[in-house]
């Protein structure tokens, strides 16, 4: 099991940034790790994942943006999110795979609970 608890996330106007943050319980080092994020209405989408070989992978929305790390001694990933835009605005989740070199939608076996992210302008 991979229990994933999120935290971060709130509002802030447009140009502004936020962190979110996720611990997985579990060893998560052989598997892929990410965000995800729906807009009200909307579906989800792939925000970022990191595979198994520590290659990041961005959604081209958010490239030059959004940047993912990880913190192996603290077993923590964040997500720092910079130029916030209104279009930016949706519940993002933390994410992670049972395989360890791709994280696409169909891939995710453990979802985090998810927080609000509100970009005004």
């Known amino acids: 099991q991979v229990p994933l608890e999120e935290s971060g996330g709130g509002s802030v106007q447009t140009g502004g940034s936020l962190r979110l943050s996720c611990i997985p319980s579990g060893d998560s080092s052989n598997k892929c790790v990410g965000w995800f994020r729906q807009a009200p209405g909307g579906e989800r989408e792939g925000v970022v994942n990191m595979d198994n070989s520590g290659n990041i992978n961005y959604a081209a929305f958010v490239k030059g943006r959004f940047t993912m790390s990880k913190d192996s001694a603290k077993n923590t990933l964040s997500l720092q999110m910079s130029d916030l835009k209104p279009e930016d605005t949706a519940m993002y989740y933390c994410?992670?795979?049972?395989?360890?070199?791709?994280?696409?939608?169909?891939?995710?076996?453990?979802w985090g609970q998810g927080t609000q992210v509100t970009v005004s302008s």
């Open positions: 994410a992670a795979a049972e395989r360890g070199d791709r994280c696409l939608d169909n891939d995710i076996r453990y």
